[in-house]
């Protein structure tokens, strides 16, 4: 099959909007090395800090052309500004999906952060009144997702893979949530799964700093248990509508064989079959 590249703009019309960021970290279409283009339409653009040597740089090892490399020695990371649209929970059901690499040989590095939407006020467990949501390597090694559901930063879900990861190599991470389940795919497979019946805090009390989307890291100043992220970053996308394995699988095959994006944002029953053109 010929798969085309992920574009929400060609199918989604004025009142559907499934796509809630889609950045490609390719340098291009007005990108530059501060400036990082949200190929969604809700124009989540994200930005880095060049006059404090923040920003990650664009790099050829990616799964699809570029990926945005962070170094955290440097201290590198995007900021994408708070937005509703980036709370998760509009249809009750989210999927977000990105590639990364961490740079360690062997099993991966412990105790780095990948994405956090707000700031966890917990150098511990991350959790915090100002926390929607995080991706981190745990100190065991293991991919950790969590869902911060209250302002008070006291509930917290965690979602955790089955085992720890391996380091130098691309791991495709995929979490779906369908209103009832979160659930946990690495390289296509399902990985693990929790119940959830919760919402998201949406942070509206702090800061727009404080409820900013920061990948590759948390706020400056902010508790990050751990140390921001060593190693690629590329293709993060999030749908406000939760992907079925079979369109989890298709995802990863398109880029894992270096062909393009398929776009999923036609679907209006998830569940159901689709035509694609050979």
Same mark, same amino acid.
């Given at each position: 099959?010929?798969?085309q590249r992920f574009n &929400? ?12 960021? *889609?950045?490609?970290? @390719? ?18 653009? #994200?930005?880095?800090n060049a006059a404090s040597?923040?920003? &990650? ?7 699809? =052309? ?12 995007? $900021? ?29 590095? /412990? ?5 956090? $939407?707000?700031? &966890?006020?917990? /150098? ?61 795919? *690495?390289?296509? !497979? ?10 998201? =805090? ?16 948390? /706020?400056? #100043?902010?508790?990050? &248990?751990?140390? $921001? ?16 394995? @079979?369109?989890? !699988? %298709? ?21 159901? %079959?689709? =035509?694609?053109?050979s």
């Open positions: 099959k010929n798969y &929400p703009a060609d199918v989604e019309s004025a009142t559907k909007n499934v796509t809630m960021l *889609l950045l490609h970290f @390719e340098n291009n279409s007005g990108e530059n090395d501060t400036f990082y283009r949200d190929f969604s339409r809700t124009s989540n653009n #994200g930005s880095c040597s923040l920003c &990650p740089y664009h790099n050829s090892t990616a799964v699809l =052309n570029e990926s945005a490399y962070f170094d955290e020695v440097a201290q590198d990371e995007i $900021k994408v500004g708070d937005n509703n649209t980036l709370d998760l929970f509009l249809n009750n059901s989210f999927t977000i999906s990105l590639w990364f690499r961490g740079l360690q040989a062997g099993l991966i590095q /412990p105790d780095m952060s990948i994405f956090t $939407k707000g700031t &966890p006020t917990d /150098p511990i467990t991350g959790a915090g009144a100002v926390l929607s949501y995080s991706l981190w390597v745990d100190v065991n090694r293991k991919l950790s997702f969590k869902l911060q559901n209250d302002s008070s930063g006291t509930s917290t879900k965690e979602l955790l893979s089955s085992s720890a990861l391996n380091g130098a190599i691309f791991y495709h991470a995929v979490i779906t949530y369908d209103g009832s389940i979160l659930r946990l795919y *690495l390289n296509s !497979r399902e990985n693990n799964s929790v119940a959830y019946t919760g919402g998201v =805090n949406t942070n509206d009390a702090g800061t727009p700093d404080s409820r900013a989307l920061y990948v590759g890291g948390c /706020p400056t #100043g902010g508790a990050c &248990p751990g140390i $921001k992220f060593s190693g690629n970053i590329d293709e993060l996308l999030i749908l406000n509508i939760s992907l079925t394995q @079979e369109k989890v !699988r %298709e995802l990863y095959e398109s880029s894992r064989l270096d062909l393009l994006y398929r776009d999923f944002t036609t679907a209006t029953n998830i569940t159901a %079959e689709y =035509n694609y053109t």
